[in-house]
Structures are given as C-alpha cells and as structure tokens.
C-alpha cells in the first residue's frame, strides 16, 4: 500500500522558512511526478509546484515564484519543498501528492484530480 507522509510545517513568522519534506513508502516510483498542494480555510486547495521525476522539470504558481523551491531524491524516494521569505498569505494545510507512471499536461500540472496519491498533510502558520 502506497503511503506518503509530510513533515516540517510549523509556525514561523513573515520573512521566514520552513523545509516540507514527504516520503513515499510501499512502492517505487521512479517515473511520474511529485507535486505540493495547499489549501487555506474558505479556500479552494491549489497547487503550488510539481517536479518531474524524469528530467526534473518544475512549475510553480505564480504566489510563490522565486521564494519556493521543490526538489527531490529518487533513491530515497522523498520530495522536498524549500519555502523561503514566507508570508501570511501562505498560511495552509500543505500536502504532497504523486503519480506513479504519467503527469499532467504542463499547461494543467496544479489540477488534484491528476494525483491518485496524498499524504495526510501538514500545517504552515506564517504570523508575527
């Protein structure tokens, strides 16, 4: 059964970073993508990058363009989303979620219905 389990949310306050991590276990995935979603209270949940597994490519949305960095470490099967100059507007419930063999179009990588996997989730705090 796959599993994929967040860590390192938290509470900061603006200005600050934090490092999201997730770990996929019960399978390998050595081909598809990794992708970090977030969700605010009220809000609908959005997606806020994605790394290809083959090749690496990366997308962000435009909010955290230049402050977020995803990553990741196929051999030990864990993605890493590097959140730097936070704001409070990037208060929410943040998830990790994966695909095993294909990815979304580019055009459409912030779309959850794409992603059969999901981790639990992690909350982010940013607030003076």
């Known amino acids: 059964q796959v599993q994929l389990v967040e860590s390192g949310g938290g509470s900061v306050q603006p200005g600050g970073s934090l490092t999201l991590s997730c770990t996929i276990s019960g399978n390998t995935f050595s081909t598809g993508c990794m992708a970090w979603f977030r969700q605010a209270p009220g809000k609908e949940r959005e997606g806020v990058a994605i790394i290809y597994r083959i090749g690496g490519t990366t997308y962000y949305a435009d909010s955290v363009k230049g402050r977020f960095t995803i990553s990741q470490d196929n051999a030990k099967h864990t993605g890493v989303l590097q959140m730097n100059s936070l704001k409070p507007e990037d208060t929410a419930l943040y998830y990790c979620?994966?695909?095993?063999?294909?990815?979304?179009?580019?055009?459409?990588?912030?779309?959850?219905?794409?992603?059969?996997?999901w981790g639990q989730g992690t909350q982010v705090t940013v607030s003076s």
């Open positions: 979620a994966a695909t095993r063999l294909t990815c979304p179009p580019a055009a459409e990588w912030g779309t959850s219905n794409f992603f059969p996997y």
